[in-house]
């Protein structure tokens, strides 16, 4: 599950960079980095001399060459992830790799939709979906969209009460960020003291002060204006917001500000249950989407300065407003009264607008907004701007590939916390160190939490207690600091 992996990466843009970083500070791994503008490379140099770990950088060179490629030891790479800016230069990349080296993992990132035909995955174009007599098509193991995976993320944060959240298991629990406000239930109380003055099956699983971010034990005390991650079901995730002290929030007026690719997927899975939409649209297809049961809202406002993109949401959304406006001139906020709306999400592909725009909505007194940012740098900022939510678009490509390339046994890592922690879901193998244990013989409050398990041969999930026991088949869902290797080294059965 942690076995060193060598890994090649074509392509050292913000996404190229980071996701080397991660993987050359997991310890073990073997990265090389190729790009044609040697100057992309330059903060990678400097983590590889500065931290001595196995990475090298060939630039100027061309990642689609297959010179180049042999140069970087493809022969014996476990995988190659091509993340250019070029879709079809990461796609022909990946295909080449597969006509000569079909062993290795091939991961592209690929914006175009139509590239994904008709299959159900949202970041994956695996080879069972095609056939499992053939290669992979195009010869790609994983396509990744980034755009998909934005607009699900902001698209799960209002359907959720306008808040930060993450469905894991099998989807009925979920992680959601919440700010404890002045006179709270819980404010002052330490965590294992939350049994008196509630019944309800959760974990606090990460808490933020300030700029800090740690995992909690029982005696860390919370306090108005921590920001706190719940694990609970989902069906009580309102009776922990009001424990928190927030308000119920009914999203009925909405603004949509950006009707590109990432707003018009946004606009298709919020208005797929109007009636004047006889379809399941095309993209919601792609991301496997279901009818929704979802009153419809009083007003749906699509905002955006270009005509071209406006006249085509005029006849793809019959059910919502379309203005060909400026979002930042007053006179159309006050016009159309959008200071009184429910909800704005800013889903532009001006990131730093999409900041301006919510904080000020939020300075006129708008309720809940929603904005699209560059990476989770960014959250901070987005917080003392006073932004709900911020999704941060590079991020979210960087963990679906990370998912990938962490082993057989493991399923899927996300970062939360503005990427301090990882949310790991894997499964126990035979060799596991952990079988035969209970949670409490192994448990290193501060180091790692175990969350949420699924017995071997069982269908649904269950919050993990003390006296919960580990065995082989189990899947197990787990936060641990980024890079960490404690508890994974346990439950691979590394020595």
Known sequence: MISSMRIIIVGAGFTGIQLA????????NKVTVIDNNIENVDSLKSLIEDREVDGSVIAPADGNDLQTLEEAGISKADALVAVTENDEVNMITCSLVDSIYPQVLKIARVRNYAYYMNTNKTVACHAETFTKNHRPLYGIDYMINPDVEA???IVNAVEHGVSDVMPLGDGSY???TIKINEKSQVDGIALKDIR???DTQMIVVFVEKGDDSFLPDGNTILKAGDSIGVLSHRDNLDEIRRLCGEEESKIKKTVLVGIGRIGTLIGEMLLENNSKQKKLPMLAKILGKKKSTKK???RFLI???NKEMCDAAVKKFPDAEVFQEDITDENFISEEGLAKFDLCICATHNHELNL?????FEALGLKNTVALIANSAFTPIAEKMGVDVAVPIRDTVVDSIMSHLHGENVKEVHTVSTGGFEIIDCDIPSKSLVIGKQLKEIAKPGKFLMLLIQKSGSSGYD????????NVGDHVVLIQESGSKEILELISGKD
């Open 21 to 28: 970083k991660r993987l050359l500070m997991d310890g073990g």
């Open 151 to 153: 607009a699900k993320a």
């Open 174 to 176: 979920e992680l959601t």
């Open 196 to 198: 008196k003055i509630t």
């Open 296 to 298: 419809k809202f009083q």
């Open 303 to 305: 905002v955006d300065s």
């Open 356 to 360: 301006v725009v919510s904080s000020y």
């Open 463 to 470: 919050i993990m207690n003390g006296n919960t026991s580990l």
